[in-house]
C-alpha cells in the first residue's frame, strides 16, 4: 500500500468515528502516533502507532462493526499492505496489537476494565484472553515489546478533546513520517 493511498483512505474514510468513544479514525490514529513520538519511539514504531487501525478504514464498513457482532480483521488487513512498503518493523507491532489486547487481559486481569467500550466488544470477537500457551508464544516473539508498547498508546489515544489543529496539518504529518519510514526500510543500493 503506497502512501499516497494510505492518505487518500484517511481523507476518504479518516472521520469514521468510534462506536462510543467521541473521536474519529484520523484523530485516533494522530494521537496514537504522538504518543509513540513522545515516549521516544522509533520512526517505524510511531509510524505502526499511527498506522495500527487502517484496516478499519480498508474493510469498507462503516462505523464501529463490532457494534454487530463483525470482527473486520484490521490487524490482518493493514499489516498485509504495510509489510512491502515499510517493512516488518511497522507491519508486525500492527499484526500484533490485537494479540497484545488479548495478552495483557489474560495475564493483567485488571487491563480489561481499562479497556474502552470498543476494545471490550471487539476482545470477545478476537478470540478473548489468551490462554496460557498462546501468551507464552506471543511474549517470546520478536515484536511482542514493540506490540505491547503499541497496545499502551492505542488505549490512551482515545480523547475527544485532543485534535491535531487540522485534518491536513495531521495528514502532512503522516505523510512526512511515511516518507522517513519508507527511505529507512528501503534496500540499499551499490553505486
Known amino acids: 500500500m503506497s502512501p499516497e493511498t494510505i492518505l487518500a483512505l484517511f481523507r476518504e474514510r479518516g472521520a469514521l468515528a468510534y462506536e462510543g468513544e467521541g473521536i474519529t479514525q484520523l484523530q ?9 513520538a513522545a ?6 514504531l510511531q509510524l505502526a502507532a499511527w498506522l495500527h487501525d487502517v484496516g478499519h478504514l480498508m474493510s469498507g464498513l462503516d462505523g464501529s462493526p463490532t457494534t454487530r457482532g463483525i470482527d473486520d ?17 511497522v507491519a508486525e507491532p500492527v499484526a500484533l496489537h490485537v494479540q497484545a489486547k488479548r495478552y495483557l487481559v489474560a495475564t493483567h486481569p485488571p487491563y480489561q476494565a481499562q479497556l474502552s467500550p470498543d476494545s471490550r466488544r471487539s476482545l470477545a470477537l478476537q478470540g478473548g484472553p489468551m490462554d496460557g500457551d498462546e501468551a507464552l508464544a506471543f511474549r517470546g516473539g520478536r515484536f511482542a515489546e514493540d506490540a505491547l508498547r503499541l497496545r499502551a498508546w492505542d488505549e490512551r489515544g482515545k480523547r475527544p478533546d485532543w485534535k491535531p489543529d487540522s485534518d491536513d496539518a495531521a495528514l502532512a504529518e503522516l505523510a512526512e513520517l511515511m516518507s522517513r519510514v519508507q527511505a529507512q526500510a528501503a534496500p ?3 553505486p
Do not use: I, S, V
Not at 39 to 44: D, K, L, M
Not at 73 to 84: G, I, K, S, T, V
Open 73 to 89: 480483521a484490521h490487524e490482518h488487513l493493514a499489516a498485509r499492505a504495510l509489510r512491502l512498503t515499510f517493512g516488518d518493523a
Open 188 to 190: 540499499l543500493t551499490q
Open 28 to 36: 485516533h490514529a494522530f494521537q496514537c502516533g504522538h504518543l509513540a
Open 39 to 44: 515516549a521516544g519511539a522509533t520512526p517505524a
